[in-house]
């Protein structure tokens, strides 16, 4: 069934008249929704943590930051754009007590919603509003007078006529300049983790890391590895950005074109996609959730592991004084 998509035409500022709206967070996404609000007329204010760099970055661009307490206290609307795995805590210790009927919660991903980590009392709408690209893109596209693709979702609970406030949130922000696409919690929280965790982020890695140990194991140098491997993913992605599997297929050579046709399904087999399924249960049935919930509690001792054992992959050292020789592509560290 193809979705729902609603324009400006199908949206009403209107709606946000007369109402406060507090952004949580001034980070990637907190910036641009507080800044785009403003500038389409809302009433806005933000909560930071004193101290921070974007604390004093909110204060640059005309806020006066509150804690999150006063911030949730004052506004009927509250846009929770914290980092996800410090959400639920937050909302338990500073948002919940001084929430009431009436009030409307936003957020920008589903998790803490859809996992059950926020307990919504009686009368409080919960809505999502999810622009599908970070904050700079959602500011910077909104100066130019267009908007970043949006989707939107209503709470279990929350009646279909919340809705309207959500398009007219969405509309402030210049997402239905662009069109939003309605969704649901589960369909948004759970297409993103498997995106990120089959395609994006763990799929696209171990393929780039299993590609280049094989050329590397084989004898082969590092720096050509590095090249083929990790280096020109990048045009390969913008192809396919630009214009699908199709564009990218017409702008390679013939020779890369049947590799690709003949080679590619013997990398993801029948057993790869089985494994796919079994990471897509997970997800459903709340068991990576879970997983992921408690390493946090636990202070996340095998992510910081994982993390620090990653690092010094030697496809890090070797990236690293390649990248020095590409001035154009700004290399980063962290
Ligand atoms: P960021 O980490 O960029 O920003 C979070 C901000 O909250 C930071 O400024 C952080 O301060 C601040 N903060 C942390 N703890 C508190 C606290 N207790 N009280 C007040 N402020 C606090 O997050 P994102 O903008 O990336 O993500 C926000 C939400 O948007 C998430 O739900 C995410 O899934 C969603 N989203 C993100 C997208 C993206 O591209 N980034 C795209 C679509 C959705 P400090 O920096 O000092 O820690
Ligand atoms: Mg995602």
Redo the contacts with the bound molecule.
């Keep these: 069934m193809p979705a729902t998509i609603y324009y400006d035409k199908d949206a009403d500022l209107a709606q946000l008249r007369g109402k406060k709206i507090a952004i ?7 910036h641009a929704h507080a800044q785009n609000l403003r500038d389409s007329g809302c009433d806005v204010i933000v ?3 004193p101290g ?3 604390y004093q970055l909110a204060v640059s661009h005309g806020f006066q930051p509150l804690g ?1 307490e006063q911030a949730v206290k004052q506004a009927d609307i509250i846009t929770i ?4 795995e ?1 959400q639920a805590d ?1 909302f338990r210790g500073q948002i919940r007590p001084n929430l009431a009927a009436g009030k409307t919660i936003v ?3 589903g998790f803490n919603v859809h996992y059950g980590q926020f307990d919504i009392p009686e009368g409080v709408w919960v809505l999502l509003v ?2 599908k ?3 700079h893109l959602l500011r910077s596209e909104f100066m130019r007078g267009a908007g970043v693709p949006c989707l939107i979702a209503l709470g279990e609970g929350t009646p279909r006529e919340a809705l309207k406030l959500g398009l007219a949130y969405a509309k402030g922000i210049g997402g239905t300049r662009a069109g939003v696409i309605e969704t649901t919690f589960a369909e948004e929280t759970e297409t993103d983790l498997f995106g990120e965790q089959v395609v994006l982020c763990g799929g696209l890695s171990a393929l780039i890391k299993a590609g280049y140990e094989t050329l590397v194991e084989a004898g082969y140098q590092p720096e050509m590895a590095y090249f083929e491997c990790v280096h020109e993913v990048k045009l390969i992605v913008d192809l396919i950005y630009q214009g699908g599997l199709n564009y990218m297929r017409y702008s390679v050579s013939n020779t890369a074109e049947y590799g690709d046709y003949t080679r590619g399904p013997r990398i993801i087999t029948e057993q790869t996609r089985a494994e796919m399924k079994r990471v897509l249960a997970e997800i459903q049935d709340g068991s990576f959730a879970r997983e992921w919930i408690l390493e946090n509690k636990a202070n996340a001792p095998a992510f910081k592991a994982m993390r620090r054992k990653e690092r010094s992959h030697p496809i890090e050292v070797i990236g690293r004084q390649l990248r020095k020789l590409m001035s154009w592509i700004e290399a980063k560290e962290v």
């Design positions: 949580l967070g001034y980070g990637s996404q907190g909560a930071e943590l921070t760099a974007n999150t754009l914290l980092p996800d410090l937050v957020c920008s991903h999810a622009p690209g970070p904050g």
